[in-house]
């Protein structure tokens, strides 16, 4: 796979910022299943956003606060609808 040569605006809304890394990794030749994954992943993040009323803006903080509250525990089991939590750690 070829390397990313796009910079990374720091203030994008996270919409913006999702599709545009959507956009990235098709042309980085990303199969649909992984593509899917991450937009998965991210979709969650988004909705997370907006229902903790944190903003719609990227960062460290959130990337860490979403983590923890989804993020799989070791002794968890994940219902059939919970299985895009297996994905968070390698999406953000």
Not at 32 to 52: G, N, P, T
Request: glycine share 4%.
């Amino acid at each position: 796979m070829e390397k990313s040569t796009h910079q990374v605006s720091t203030h994008l809304p996270l919409q913006q910022l999702v599709a545009g890394a959507v956009s990235e990794l098709a042309r980085l030749g990303y199969s649909r299943k992984s593509l899917w994954r991450y937009r998965v992943v991210w979709r969650h993040l988004i909705a997370f956003c907006h229902e903790m009323s944190l903003g719609d803006e990227y960062s460290m903080e959130l990337a860490k606060r979403f983590c923890s509250t989804y993020q799989i525990r070791a002794d968890e089991c994940l219902n059939s609808d919970q299985g895009w939590r297996r994905n968070i750690v390698v999406s953000l």
